[in-house]
């Protein structure tokens, strides 16, 4: 049975605009990664602190912009801390060490939001409303300022990345930590700077996506999730790799709930997993391995 | 630092705890001197996915044991509240009930939020005799399919609601339907109700989407809904249905097609999260926290009255009460009812409690504020009141309340023999 041109269009948009809200979630995972060697099982939480410290904000100032802005700050700041007082003593012990400090945060930081702001979900309205016509369907302006809006962030981190002085630190870091160290490069600031930064997209994905969704203690668990996938199938610490994969793993989600049940779409990013831990375990969107 | 613990010292402190002791359990002491309490068991959500639920449901129960011990306690005992944690898991919940059932030695118990817990919990109550009051579970199964000799429902199910609820849909707002479901066990039960009692009325159900519990981002799935058809009947809960309801207004669904489905996609908790892409949904519940005639009752005042001081502590946003609250409050109350009935002493009484429970009616009053109510012998399935309301200006505004009479549909349920 044939599948409607629009469709297929309309999917292929959907893909790409879920695709990049989880570019940005996964590459504030991958960066920690990457240069720390840290996996960080309290991203979703982060991404959820995010998105409830925006509401806090929205309703004390009414500007979606500096709930936004504020978020990402306080959320970057409370990344720092955490990095100072759990993983900073445990960096360059085995990795088990830091996956377990970073699952124990994250209960910590799911229990105090669900103490502190309460099991009933909360709302950030639509900085703008409004729909354009795509085939039979109103598709919302707004999911397609997120997408644009997740790309600029990201352009943003690779360009300080590229060619800011803290940028080139981090890049250092990434390929030699000792001779980093040696060059008079302050490591231990660049990877605090490092989970700050990756803290700050994790919240400024849950602020963004927040009106699309009710903002409750458990709203990062699903993104994290798919965030894993991506960073898996991107190769583990590869940036580009993981906005790809993040993109490659919608769409395919995204074609798949044209001819299967929705269960059984989400199914395919768990499948495309296994079959790249078995056969490309360092990641889809990586070179070949000399 | 430095100060050693003498045996004066110790005595007093000693002193002093029994002294906060007896001030803690003071009233119940003055009230039922040495009676030993009975123990009711609780399990419930109270974190994880379902934590917004099991958090409402405990205030009901707790509003109900408070209530019973102000008032004498049941045969001249109190009720000693043990409180489980289920974490909103399966194979969590079926620990925290076994444990329950042995370390605590509950006497009986009331509640379960999500229904594949209450599926897990089931056998356990049933190896150790032990009455379970359901507390929120909808999953039709429990008192069909998969019912239970010890298991009672003392408050709606989807077969009732759907018997009630699809004449109003089929003839005031349009024969064509597709649902949009929770894909699991309550969200199935629930649409081949709906399904099977919408074709009775002379309607159509001409598609469905299954929603993955706990997807985050459901616009790929709405955005291939379409179609020729009046209305979009939701069966979610919690975030799932807030995610749905804010998309699917996003992707200009209820633009196209009227709004309608199961009370729990919007509960009182759930309305501030969804704003006012809700407004103009039609929906069916058990309990509304308005009091629109006939719902102008004392006992409905007096319940919503203490409900709405201890939901502000569990939630700052201070939300009013639901569904949850109401079901756990009128459960304890029933199991009340039927423990002094039979008499019951402890778990060897548990065959008494059954049969006391079997065709228990219940009247309209401050236990039972939503209206009469009767428990069915057959199945263990009560029978209440339907309200059919519509959201306007983001509250709710009775259509239509059904009585229970006109909700009873057949028992389909075979107890295994004791």
């Avoid at chain 1, 490092?194 to 927040?210: N, Y």
């Avoid at chain 2, 059932?101 to 919990?121: M, P």
């Avoid at chain 2, 919408?198 to 955005?223: H, Q, R, Y």
Wanted: aromatic fraction near 10%; hydrophobic fraction near 50%; proline fraction near 5%.
């Amino acid at each position: 049975m044939g599948i409607p041109v629009e469709q297929i269009l309309i999917q292929t948009i959907n893909g790409v605009v879920t695709g990049m809200i989880l570019a940005l979630v996964a590459s504030g995972l991958t960066l920690i990664f990457g240069i720390m060697d840290v996996v960080n099982f309290a991203h979703g939480e982060l991404f959820m602190l995010g998105a409830y410290i925006g509401v806090v904000i929205l309703a004390a100032t009414g500007d979606f912009w500096i709930a936004l802005i504020a978020a990402t700050l306080v959320v970057a700041l409370l990344g720092a801390a955490i990095y100072l007082t759990t993983l900073r003593p445990l960096i360059g012990r085995d990795p088990l060490y830091t996956i377990l400090a970073t699952f124990g945060v994250s209960l910590v930081l799911q229990n105090y939001a669900l103490w502190q702001f309460g099991p009933v979900a909360r709302k950030i309205a639509e900085p703008f409303t409004g729909q354009f016509t795509l085939f039979y369907l109103d598709y919302p302006w707004y999911r397609i300022v997120i997408a644009l809006l997740s790309a600029a962030i990201i352009g943003g981190l690779w360009l300080f990345l590229k060619f800011g002085t803290w940028g080139i630190w981090i890049r250092a870091t990434t390929q030699d930590r000792v001779m980093a160290q040696a060059m008079g490069i302050p490591v231990p600031w660049v990877l605090m700077g490092v989970f700050a930064i990756g803290s700050g997209m994790a919240a400024a994905s849950g602020v963004l996506f927040g009106p699309l969704v009710g903002v409750n203690h458990v709203m990062g668990l699903d993104w994290v999730l798919k965030a894993f996938i991506v960073v898996v199938v991107g190769g583990m610490g590869n940036l580009a790799g993981s906005i790809a994969a993040a993109i490659f793993i919608s769409l395919l989600e995204a074609y798949a709930s044209l001819w299967v049940s929705p269960a059984q779409a989400v199914i395919v990013s768990f499948v495309l997993l296994i079959l790249t831990l078995l056969f490309r375990p360092t990641g889809l969107f990586v070179p070949t391995p000399k | 630092m430095g100060r050693t613990i003498t045996r004066r010292r110790a005595l007093r402190w000693g002193a002093a705890g029994f002294g906060a002791a007896a001030v803690v359990h003071g009233p119940w002491r003055a009230v039922f001197a040495e009676a030993k309490p009975y123990k009711l068991g609780t399990g419930q959500p109270l974190t994880g996915v379902a934590a917004y639920g099991g958090k409402t449901s405990l205030v009901g129960v707790q509003m109900a044991v408070d209530r019973i011990n102000k008032s004498g306690g049941i045969n001249g005992r109190p009720l000693e509240l043990v409180i489980a944690d289920d974490q909103s898991k399966p194979d969590t919940g079926r620990r925290a009930a076994e444990k329950l059932a042995t370390e605590d030695g509950i006497d009986f118990h009331v509640g379960g939020f999500l229904s594949n817990i209450c599926i897990a919990c089931t056998p356990v109550w049933e190896e150790h005799k032990i009455v379970n009051m359901i507390g929120v579970c909808l999953d039709t199964t429990l008192t069909t399919s998969k019912c239970s000799r010890y298991t009672f429902r003392t408050f709606d199910f989807a077969p009732a609601q759907a018997k009630a609820f699809a004449p109003y849909l089929v003839k005031q707002i349009g024969k064509k339907w597709h649902m949009v479901y929770a894909d699991y066990s309550w969200g199935q039960s629930t649409r081949d109700a709906y399904t099977a009692d919408i074709k009775a009325n002379g309607g159509e159900v001409v598609g469905s989407t299954g929603i993955p519990l706990g997807t985050a981002d459901t616009t790929s799935f709405l955005s291939r809904i379409g179609g020729d058809f009046d209305g979009l009947f939701l069966i979610l809960f919690g975030s799932d249905a807030i995610n749905v309801v804010n998309q699917g207004s996003d992707l200009g669904l209820t633009k196209k097609y009227r709004l309608a489905g199961d009370g729990a996609v919007a509960t009182a908790t759930q309305l501030p999260a969804m704003g006012n892409k809700i407004e103009g949904f039609v929906g069916i519940d058990r309990y509304l926290p308005v009091f629109d005639p006939p719902l102008d009752t004392p006992a409905l005042h007096s319940f919503f009255d203490d409900a709405v001081p201890r939901l502000k502590k569990v939630d700052p946003s201070a939300p009013l009460p639901d569904r949850y609250v109401q079901s756990n409050f009128e459960a304890v109350n029933a199991l009340k009812l039927g423990v002094e009935k039979s008499g019951f002493q402890s778990r060897a009484d548990t065959p008494k409690l059954i049969e006391a429970l079997e065709g228990l009616t219940m009247k309209e009053g401050p236990d039972f504020p939503t209206g009469d109510k009767v428990l069915r012998k057959e199945d263990h399935q009560a029978f209440m009141r339907e309200l059919i309301y519509i959201i306007k200006d983001g509250t709710y505004h009775l259509q239509q309340a059904v009585p229970y009479e006109q909700t009873i549909v057949p028992a389909a349920c075979k107890f295994e023999s004791a």
